[in-house]
């Protein structure tokens, strides 16, 4: 049986369907189609119940797919053992913020390919939330505070942040220096988010309100300077606006706490080495560059 059929089943299986793999995997959909019906003929049954939807896994899929998972990672890491001085091969895909992504994250990526001529890496740079395990990432780089889920995630640096908004937002405004202030602001928001900062020891959550959204935090910057509202952002986005005096950092008494930059991945008993290698090197990138983020003592 083909590795590579093997490797279609299980893109399909987790996307739901033909046409998300042949997306996930670059070929065409009659190629995914092709080895799928390679491998039902070779097993004489039927995997995969086409639907209008998509794909749903029958009962012998469903059993199948995870033998099948199983045998491409054997093969995935016998591959690597062959290779020389412990170097990848296969295709990596990693889901990056676009905020900072482009100018904090791909250098650490490009040093990687130079040093792995047989591995494939594809990034997506965007804000939203990435679903890994429905759109088939190998893993994502996320900043920030990490929510509740059944990914495992591995801290590789910090981050630090603040409150800010514009002279102008403050003049017209005022700005605000306790806690249950916050709610009676305009809040620069990527979504639903609550904010947490420090009182004391204790970490409190707020929750904001405002009527100006983005999924991107050097929008929100932008935002915030023109005396939109208040935003909680990375000092990396905003180092250049409070160095200008266009934003100016709030609630001071309350400072921010720490945040983290991660790598997450999904569930699962090892992780691939692949993602092993980028997360090591994230770590030491953060370690020899300990002002990355723009941080302000």
């Not at 490009?110 to 040093?115: D, N, P, Q, T, V």
């Amino acid at each position: 049986m083909d590795i590579e059929d093997l490797q279609t089943f299980v893109a399909v299986a987790d996307a739901g369907g033909i046409s998300a793999a042949a997306r996930r995997l670059s070929v065409s959909k009659s190629i995914v189609s092709r080895r799928l019906f390679r491998i039902e003929a070779e097993l004489g049954v039927q995997l995969l119940a086409r639907t209008t939807r998509g794909a749903a896994l029958t009962e012998a899929g469903l059993t199948f797919r995870d033998h099948a998972a199983r045998a491409t990672a054997e093969i995935d890491t016998a591959r690597d053992t062959l290779l020389p001085a412990g170097a990848l091969s296969g295709r990596l895909r990693v889901a990056i913020p676009l905020s900072l992504g482009p100018t904090h994250f791909a250098p650490v990526l490009a040093e990687m390919a130079l040093r792995n001529p047989q591995l494939h890496i594809h990034t997506s740079y965007s804000d939203r939330f990435v679903d890994l395990i429905a759109e088939g990432f190998d893993c994502a780089i996320r900043v920030g505070y990490l929510q509740d889920s059944n990914l495992v995630a591995k801290r590789v640096g910090p981050i630090s942040g603040k409150l800010v908004a514009s002279p102008d937002y403050i003049k017209a405004h005022g700005a605000p220096e306790k806690l249950e202030q916050i709610a009676d602001h305009q809040a620069l928001m990527q979504g639903m988010e609550t904010w947490q900062f420090m009182d004391g020891d204790k970490i409190v959550t707020v929750q904001p309100q405002g009527r100006f959204k983005a999924d991107n935090a050097t929008v929100l910057a932008a935002a915030a300077a023109a005396g939109l509202g208040i935003a909680w952002l990375p000092d990396c986005v905003t180092h250049d606006y409070v160095a200008s005096g266009a934003l100016v950092p709030v609630m001071m008494r309350h400072p921010v706490p720490s945040a983290g930059t991660y790598v997450v991945r999904p569930p699962g008993q090892h992780p691939a080495r692949k993602v092993r290698v980028l997360t090591e090197m994230l770590i030491d990138y953060f370690a020899s560059n300990p002002d990355i983020w723009g941080r302000e003592d």
